[in-house]
């Protein structure tokens, strides 16, 4: 069964459920639609699609109530002011005709989807993003719209596992005979005999400590990470890599690989140790929270157009701020309005594929 298949079960499930959008939905419960295969859906029902000329208020109307029919939801006579709009999926919708995207009267959730939807100039759709807060706060380039948390590295050499177990919840994921990994993708959501023990992980990756790659440049930091998140997938013995730039970058593992070339670490918009759930599916009863995540910080230095990994640490989203050094505080100001880069809606849904 391929994505477009999957989300159109859980459409048959919504159907069947007879629920209204404003009812709440268990996240990576049966009718919850993960955000990378409610893209896939909205593209391809939404695709083609003209909303004929209207004043923006009601084309926004329009749009919504198209969501509403490919998702399976009954179209409300009209659409109460909630926030989200579509409560029980926590998303909003936004039809961009051009790539200034402003948002009313609060501040960016970090948890919350946006579905942004483009027509070209005669209203015929002919894209649809699915991104959350989290992605869309670093588009602001006046700085003024931020919330994140920070923290520190202090020894750049050291070598350790802060963590000498799984959270809890997560241990009760992790199968006694973890499958071969050299078939699937670092990207795919994790199954319960998928799952690797966070000690495991560790001496897998701690050969990758003394090794170096070319260094892209000092204004490429992506592509850093997108080289060392390379070398992380082949050491945990995946065929090949892939990246979609979704957090954890290696989902399938529930694990975030950072390099910290500088002793600042961004950790976005949600605390390590949150226990908020994650959009992942259920595995089983377990549902995966932020504090699950394994945390792989590699430490490097530059030079000679070299990067050289010089430490690693894996530690628990749970134990994250036990090991490193929270500073800054939480940061939130708010501005409604930013600047959707030309290529926004170029964005490959699968994945960017090495």
């Not at 990756?205 to 992506?222: A, H, M, N, T």
């Not at 010089?310 to 501005?335: A, H, P, S, W, Y």
Request: aromatic content about 8%.
């Amino acid at each position: 069964m391929n994505n477009l298949e999957c989300a159109r079960k859980q459409v048959e499930r919504i159907v069947e459920s007879g629920l209204s959008i404003y009812e709440q939905i268990e996240i990576g419960g049966d009718l919850w639609i993960p955000s990378d295969l409610l893209e896939i859906l909205l593209q391809a029902e939404l695709a083609g699609h003209r909303f004929e000329a209207a004043a923006l208020r009601t084309r926004s109307k329009l749009a919504k109530e198209r969501v509403c029919q490919a998702l399976g939801y009954p179209v409300p006579k009209s659409f109460k002011k909630t926030r989200p709009r579509f409560l029980g999926q926590n998303f909003d919708t936004y039809v961009q005709g051009a790539n200034n995207l402003q948002i009313w009267n609060e501040e960016l959730s970090p948890s919350r989807r946006y579905v942004l939807i483009r027509p070209d100039s005669e209203g015929v759709v002919q894209r649809v993003r699915v991104v959350s807060g989290t992605d869309l706060a670093p588009l602001d380039g006046t700085g003024k719209l931020t919330r994140k948390f920070q923290a520190r590295v202090g020894d750049f050499g050291k070598v350790s596992l802060a963590s000498s177990v799984d959270t809890p919840n997560l241990i009760r994921a992790i199968g006694p005979v973890p499958e071969s990994l050299e078939n699937r993708s670092p990207i795919e959501f994790p199954a319960m005999a998928s799952l690797r023990p966070i000690r495991q992980i560790f001496d897998l990756l701690k050969p990758l400590v003394g090794q170096s790659f070319e260094d892209p440049g000092i204004l490429q930091e992506r592509n850093r990470g997108g080289r060392l998140h390379g070398m992380v997938s082949a050491a945990l013995g995946y065929g090949g890599h892939a990246d979609n730039g979704k957090f954890p970058d290696i989902r399938h593992q529930v694990l975030e690989v950072k390099l910290q070339t500088s002793p600042t670490i961004d950790l976005g918009a949600i605390s390590p140790d949150s226990g908020e759930r994650m959009e992942f599916p259920a595995l089983g009863c377990i549902h995966i929270q932020h504090q699950d995540v394994r945390y792989a910080v590699f430490c490097g230095s530059v030079a000679n157009a070299q990067v050289t990994i010089t430490g690693l640490t894996l530690v628990t989203g749970r134990d994250f701020l036990n090991r490193f050094e929270r500073f800054g505080g939480l940061v939130i100001n708010k501005k409604y309005q930013m600047h959707l880069p030309t290529n926004f809606f170029d964005h490959n849904t699968e994945g960017i594929v090495d």
